[in-house]
């Protein structure tokens, strides 16, 4: 352990920027997919070329992430295509983490962890998040929006598996009409698997709708019509604790949920297939419109309106100004799901430890970290256990960083309670060095249908 100086002044976790607030780049891993989706350029691309695509070449990909580092980004979301395909995905983890970046996203259809051995495979990676793209609450229409058959028993099995293995699951849908005619089903389906967010999205302009590609306007009907479903399906995940946000999506078309809205961060970068880094804000307010009377709505300033195309197909009339903003409540707390580590703790300084050290709840924050809930005579403090980083905390062991919040009381943690936390992490991480095993890359031919045990 290393204890710096001054480390009973150590600034509180929330000082320092949360994974998710880190700045972004977005890498295109693979031109591969083992689906089809009709509204993304790789699954056309599948679909007339069959099997022939292939991977960017790693040394590529390395230097496109210095390139994405220099300009500022921290954070690194390999996309495709589907990057589980690739069999080198763990190098491009490492070459990510040597480059210097503090969290890594891999943005999947979830398919490979359908099988243990895929799962094992990719919970052993070092990833902060896997971002698992689900496209409808049934599974006729998962399957429709993917074009693939038996995709949604898998990508929702591997999902499942992922998060039972205490990875950090986002969800990912994109509003096409499968999933806007579902919205109520995939919502239930959220609130059963618990990811820690989920993110909705409308359906941008791409080369996917090319002639003899699928149709936009098959694909994407007038949203006022199914504002109530989005209204109902948003407020049940948000009260169900799950981080739920539209995406790009008009205030005025989602009454009642608002406060539910969320626009992308001005720090992101995104590649444009195998090209240049583009501002991803700039870039999607480079494809939007509004009508004339936007200009008198209180979401002007952050509201980029409608994609031109479905402008072109529907027009501007639902666009409707609103006298008012409603923002997200603060100060809501937001427990996940537990993991696995998440009932290690309990057990051992709850369950398993003498009431003197005085850990009284062990709970699971959506950012990974673990909150302690302590009391001592002095008045009650909380604990905070995360996934060791350089960021200044009380103390580092060899997998984790410690910190501590000040209870309302004015109370400190005891420095015996600190103590007696240290030495069972220590414990812990001796019993999982023991026991860890490097996992094997499993069977990349995983089909609807192949062996899931």
């Not at 979830?110 to 243990?116: E, K, L, Y």
């Not at 709850?350 to 709840?361: L, S, W, Y």
Request: glycine content about 8%.
């Amino acid at each position: 352990m290393r204890y710096p100086r001054g480390d009973e002044d150590a600034p509180l976790s929330a000082d320092f920027p949360s994974d998710v607030e880190l700045p972004k780049v977005e890498i295109h891993a693979t031109d591969a997919c083992n689906n089809r989706c009709s509204f993304c350029t790789t699954g056309w691309l599948m679909r007339e070329k069959g099997e022939d695509l292939g991977h960017p070449p790693r040394a590529i990909l390395r230097m496109q992430l210095e390139e994405a580092y220099a300009k500022g980004a921290r954070r690194v979301l390999f996309q495709g295509g589907e990057p589980t395909l690739r069999r080198d995905l763990g190098d491009l983890l490492a070459d990510a983490h040597a480059v210097g970046y503090q969290a890594t996203t891999i943005f999947t259809n979830a398919r490979m962890a359908a099988s243990r051995a895929g799962a094992r495979w990719l919970a052993a990676m070092d990833v902060t998040w896997f971002q698992i793209s689900i496209q409808g609450g049934t599974a006729e229409a998962h399957d429709a929006s993917v074009g693939a058959k038996g995709a949604f028993e898998q990508t929702v099995l591997g999902a499942r598996r992922l998060i039972e293995a205490g990875q950090r699951v986002k969800i990912n849908a994109v509003l096409t009409v499968h999933l806007l005619d579902t919205f109520r089903e995939l919502a239930a389906l959220m609130i059963d698997l618990c990811p820690e967010e989920v993110g909705l999205d409308t359906v941008k302009p791409s080369n996917a709708f090319e002639e003899n590609r699928e149709s936009y306007a098959a694909l994407l009907p007038r949203m006022s019509g199914y504002s109530d479903a989005i209204r109902d399906a948003m407020i049940a995940m948000d009260e169900a604790g799950i981080v739920a946000r539209l995406t790009s999506f008009p205030a005025c078309l989602a009454p009642g949920a608002k406060h539910l809205l969320a626009e992308e961060a001005g720090t992101t970068q995104t590649q444009q297939h195998r090209g240049n880094l583009v501002d991803k804000h700039r870039w999607k307010r480079s494809l939007q419109v509004k009508g004339e009377r936007c200009g008198e709505c209180a979401y002007d300033a952050t509201c980029g309106g409608v994609y031109a195309p479905y402008a072109a197909l529907h027009g501007v009339g639902e666009l409707v100004p609103l006298a008012e903003r409603t923002d997200p409540p603060t100060g809501r707390p937001r427990h996940a799901p537990d993991s696995p580590l998440t009932r290690a703790l309990r057990a051992m300084l709850v369950r398993g430890a003498p009431a003197a050290i005085g850990v009284r709840d062990v709970r699971r924050l959506p950012d990974g970290s673990h909150e302690l809930a302590c009391f001592a005579p002095s008045g009650e403090s909380t604990v905070l256990i995360a996934a060791r980083s350089e960021a200044p905390a009380f103390v580092h062991t060899a997998r984790f960083s410690v910190r501590y919040r000040v209870g309302a009381s004015g109370a400190r943690p005891d420095a015996r309670l600190l103590a007696a936390i240290m030495k069972r992490l220590e414990r812990a991480e001796d019993y999982q060095r023991a026991h860890e095993e490097p996992a094997p890359p499993p069977p990349h031919d995983l089909a609807p249908g192949a062996d899931q045990k």
